[in-house]
């Protein structure tokens, strides 16, 4: 006979105990879990199957980054503001696919959460059946105005309820942290359900990897090339030289770490002196998980999670991963020789 495994808890059920932990919620948070699940169900199948049909490749348009927009990229994007918007507990949605955001109405039931995301991070690696993922963030409204406004968009991390990612790899994996704790479920696509596999994540204090694109050494300033010689050398918290490990899809190279132990930097480089990511949709929800399980991000001054936005689409650089690592670099770029 089949044996059940001891802890089988589907990612619904978890809503609910979290839920609890809070007397006289509304539900709202828990639905809108519900909802990015739901998305992220259907994203996987369109990933999954993406080698099957005719949906790889570019479209011919550019998003507001002015980078190629994937098939992929554009389905996820419809997918998740499709699944977002309609059951009113959103009032704000922002998406890396999007130059402005969209606000809700007041007459369609504005609620009171802004979810910012970024569809499908590391599109450009779909064509190589590499992972890719999505990453969501999400705050609570804060103003009474009827209407809501850019000024209830633009928050820090500080400020974020909740935030979590779906990576799509050789299992797809929802990750999330509402502030208790950091927990990842494993889609079991044959009953369609997203299981407790990964409870209460706690990442290592230090780790052995390192996670960047050297072939931007030239361009970095000198006090980041100086660091990354030195994790390399075994001069940083970590006990032992540090070795490299690079996919190019931000949350795979982030899951990794998490669960190891590591750093992954994305310094500024001349041509890009605010580095490439983004802040709202990438790194502060990022930041967020982190933080929930015991690590630490900056962007190599101060705290990922302390930097109030100005714009939607902001860049940052990002310094994200094991505690002690992230501070060490921090500490090391923020010395009187080491400016950016
Ligand atoms: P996106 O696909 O959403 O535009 O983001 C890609 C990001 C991230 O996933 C990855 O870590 C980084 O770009 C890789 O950039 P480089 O090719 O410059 O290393
Ligand atoms: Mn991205
Ligand atoms: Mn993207």
Aim: glycine share 10%; with cysteine; net charge negative.
């Amino acid at each position: 006979m089949t044996q059940l495994p001891g802890n089988l808890q589907t990612i619904e059920s978890h809503f609910l105990d979290l839920q609890s932990l809070h007397p006289g919620a509304s539900g709202d948070f828990t639905g809108l879990l519900n909802d990015i699940t739901f998305a992220a169900k259907i994203i996987s199948r369109e990933v999954t199957k993406a080698g099957l049909v005719d949906i790889l490749g570019a479209t011919e348009e550019e998003n507001i980054q002015g980078e190629v927009v994937q098939k992929l990229d554009d389905y996820a994007n419809r997918i998740f503001l499709k699944c977002l918007g309609k059951r009113g507990q959103v009032c704000i949605m922002g998406s890396e696919e999007m130059a402005d955001p969209i606000f809700v109405p007041a007459n369609q039931g504005s609620g009171s959460y802004i979810v910012v995301f970024d569809p499908l991070d590391g599109s450009s690696n779909i064509d190589a059946n590499v992972s890719v993922s999505t990453i969501f963030g999400i705050w609570r409204r804060h103003s009474r105005r009827q209407h809501v406004c850019t000024e209830d968009l633009l928050q820090p991390g500080s400020e974020l309820v909740g935030a979590g990612y779906i990576v799509y790899g050789s299992s797809t994996m929802f990750v999330y942290t509402a502030g208790h704790g950091v927990h990842g479920f494993t889609l079991d696509p044959s009953i369609g359900e997203f299981l407790l596999s990964h409870e209460n994540i706690a990442t290592p204090f230090q780790g052995g990897l390192y996670s960047c694109n050297e072939a931007y050494e030239p361009f970095w300033p000198g006090p980041v090339t100086e660091m990354v010689h030195e994790l390399k050398r075994g001069r940083g918290p970590y006990r032992g030289r540090m070795t490299s490990r690079y996919i190019g899809s931000l949350v795979a190279d982030f899951h990794r770490n998490l669960l190891y132990g590591g750093v992954y930097l994305y310094p500024p480089t001349s041509d890009k002196p605010e580095g490439k990511l983004r802040l709202m949709c990438e790194a502060a929800p990022l930041a967020m998980v982190v933080e929930n399980a015991g690590g630490y991000a900056s962007d190599g001054r101060r705290s990922i999670m302390d930097i109030a936005p100005t714009d939607l689409h902001q860049r940052v650089p990002l310094y994200i991963g094991s505690r002690e690592d992230v501070l060490w670099i921090e500490k090391k770029l923020s010395e009187p020789d080491g400016s950016l």
